[in-house]
């Protein structure tokens, strides 16, 4: 059974993914692209702020900043890397 502070990370990279679906809109299949880029984000900051002893806004072993700025820079990173991108061509 998981614990209480991954319980609380895994709804709290949840939570963003979903409102950064709900600001920018898309498929389900977006949604899934972004839960999965916030979890993975999460994960990272999470671990890089326990390495580097980042400690500002954590609550037990969870370090909240970190983790929040991963997840983050994981979703902008995944809105970028799969916009539909046009040009603009004058004949």
Not at 68 to 80: D, P, Q, S
Request: hydrophobic share 55%.
């Amino acid at each position: 059974m998981p614990g209480p502070t991954l319980t609380f990370g895994f709804i709290l990279a949840t939570l963003y993914g979903a409102m950064f679906h709900f600001m920018l809109g898309g498929d389900m299949r977006r949604l899934a692209l972004y839960l999965l880029a916030s979890w993975i984000g999460f994960a990272l900051g999470q671990v890089i702020g326990g390495t580097l002893g980042i400690s500002l806004l954590s609550i037990g072993s969870l370090y909240i900043l970190p983790a929040t700025l991963g997840a983050v820079i994981a979703l902008v990173m995944a809105y970028f890397l799969t916009a539909r991108r046009t040009t603009n061509r004058s004949r």
